[in-house]
């Protein structure tokens, strides 16, 4: 609480939510540190049991965050006047609504499809092949057999998944990447720290219309450029940087959430469990060449996954489009398991 108090606190000084008065700072506060109460306390709610299994309340509430956005883009009845007149901002309604008072004219549905300003065909596309994809590589595994030292004759598998640390590596990258950029913005824009050498090789921001952007520092090379094309050396060291975090990330989860090789190989002789006809350690053997080199794969392919989201444009942001993914492909497996 005593970040979330701190960050919210930082958001309203940078001026995420316009100029406003001391009043409604306060106010604006009090509404994020009280969301961030019952975020807590129905992730706490989970843990103890009482949600649906193999989920906690902060990934179910990404998850449904993320689908009800491809939702309302694919259907919110709302309409847009971009020039053209107006145009439902739901991408399907309009091209249903363009096909049906266009009387058969192709340019016009197509470019209702390919429009630019509201979403479109292609973002939708890409979405879906992103979910499809996270999917896919979730189901991925291999299975390691393994036998009872204590039941003569029986036999268990033990998944090793090939996105072993699942979505967690983007999901630390995205929260360490935000928090450079609160840090970077708050020494940009201080009177004592603005301007000097090291503030402008962390970062340099830039006034938009909507938002200060990074035009340069290390805020500029960590942020998904619009196109590959642009700037080749801002585009080839956001790949490079996005890969390495994400492979060595999921290689620490593995670590310190308690399921490196190590750890594994504990639980299993706990439980009485080995390789067949093997000997003591030689579980820990076979678990140290394949889990660590899950772990790191599985991190690239998460980086790789989420470069070609944020590239596509998908709905809403690539960390949460995976992350919805994965949750409810765990949600499905828990449901068929229950029956």
Known sequence: MVIALGEAVAHVQLGMYGAIGALGGV???LQLVSASVVVVFLDELFDKGYGLPGCSAI???????????????????????????PEFEGVVLAMIHQAVAGAGKAHELVGTMLRRHLPNVMSLLTTFLVLLA???????????????????????????KLLYTSTMPIVLHSA???????????????????????VRM??????????????????????PPTSFGADPLH??????????????????????????????????????????????????????????TAAALGGLCVGALTIFADVTGVIGTSTGVMLAATVVYNLVNSFHKAD
């Open 134 to 160: 996270a999917v896919y590589l979730e189901g991925v595994r291999i299975l390691q057999p393994l036998q009872s030292r204590d039941a003569r004759g029986r036999r268990v598998t033990f998944p090793i």
């Open 202 to 223: 962390l970062g340099v921001w830039k006034e938009a219309s909507h938002a200060a952007v990074p035009v340069g520092g290390l805020v500029y090379y960590v942020t």
């Open 235 to 292: 585009t080839l060291v956001y790949v490079a940087l996005l890969l390495t975090s994400c492979a060595l990330l999921s290689q620490a989860w593995a670590t310190a959430s308690g399921s490196s090789a190590r750890d594994v190989a504990r639980q299993l002789a706990n439980q009485r469990l080995a390789l067949p006809g093997s000997r003591d350690g030689a579980t820990y053997s076979v678990l140290r060449r394949y889990i660590p």
């Open 176 to 198: 360490a990447v935000s928090a450079l950029y609160m840090v970077s913005q708050l020494l940009h824009y201080s009177r004592f720290f603005g301007g000097s050498v090291l």
């Open 27 to 29: 106010l604006i506060v």
């Open 59 to 85: 990934s179910l509430l990404s998850a449904t965050n993320t689908c009800g956005k491809v939702i309302w883009h694919a259907f919110s009845p709302v309409t847009v006047n971009t020039g053209r007149g």
